[in-house]
């Protein structure tokens, strides 16, 4: 019962979302954004307490990086509403940077972090030069993922891999010269290694290394963020294989690509995720 009462409520979001204009939405997103950072006081918390440790800020700067963290989180909602809806316009997205991708011939694997808006890119990247096949967490709610979340991930081309099948399906894909696309920036649970992340051991999955020692492809961190009210397309040098890197050596060069990115735009990643936790 309760999960056919949240996919209709989802439903209905989106309903209300294809007759309000975006500027509305927006700023619908944008309330309950300030909502959620006053009133989720357990995610604000974690949220602060990351940014103090990771960037080395005091609390007064930690909480104004936060609040701003919630900002731009609740214009990726107002996007992804845009995105389900068949409203978004990718001609929004400065992609000049998108002729480094076109450089490679596929496969390759795509790098990029909960930064941004993540959801956009893969679309994007799926219009502009090729599909790629996405790892991504099957939702709680079944009809919800189904019927929401797996076909839009799919629009364009794309291929959603959910995670407790991806390494099978990420070989099939690498084998069969699709692109793939993969978020490591996340605690990577019991099978992840630990190495530094923003200074501290952090859980992190060496899926990259795996695939990149097994089919010898570029990895290419790619990531949209926001410049003031543009979106902006960033294609960061690939990762080239090296023979004899050791697992934990590969998978922190991954994650100092990330706090380079995360440090570039500190108040677009998702703080508020327990990434240090063990």
């Known amino acids: ?142 009809l919800i993922e189904e019927f929401i979340t797996t076909p839009l991930r799919n629009r364009f081309g794309n291929r959603l891999i959910h995670k407790h099948r991806a390494a099978k399906e990420l070989i099939r894909a690498l084998k069969g010269g699709e692109n793939v696309g993969l978020l490591l920036d996340q605690r990577g649970g019991r099978d992840g290694i630990m190495v530094e992340f923003f200074g501290r051991p952090a859980s992190t999955l060496p899926t990259a290394y795996t695939l990149q020692k097994r089919f010898k492809v570029p990895i290419v961190p790619t990531f949209l963020v926001r410049e003031g009210e543009r979106l902006v397309m960033k294609v960061f040098d690939p990762i080239q294989w090296e023979e004899g890197i050791s697992e934990e050596r590969h998978t922190e060069m991954i994650n100092r690509v990330y706090e380079r990115i995360i440090r570039s735009y500190p108040d677009q990643w998702f703080w508020m995720h327990e990434r240090w936790r063990r």
Not at 9 to 27: I, T
Not at 39 to 50: G, M, Q, T
Not at 72 to 98: C, H, M, N, V
Not at 100 to 119: D, F, M, R
């Open 1 to 142: 019962m309760r999960e056919r009462l949240e996919y209709f409520l989802v439903k209905g979001l989106l309903f209300l979302s294809k007759l309000l204009p975006p500027s509305a939405l927006y700023s619908l997103t944008s309330l309950l954004g300030r909502a959620l950072f006053l009133l989720d006081r357990k995610r604000r918390e974690i949220a602060i307490a990351n940014i103090e440790r990771g960037l080395q800020v005091d609390r007064e700067k930690a909480e104004e990086l936060a609040r701003a963290t919630y900002r731009q989180l609740s214009k990726s909602a107002a996007e992804f509403l845009l995105l389900a809806t068949g409203r978004f316009d990718f001609d929004r997205i400065e992609g000049k940077e998108l002729e480094k991708l076109k450089a490679y011939s596929p496969p390759v694997i795509l790098i990029t972090a909960h930064i941004g808006n993540w959801e956009a890119l893969a679309h994007y990247i799926a219009q502009r030069w090729n599909p790629i096949a996405i790892v991504g967490r099957a939702g709680n709610n079944r």
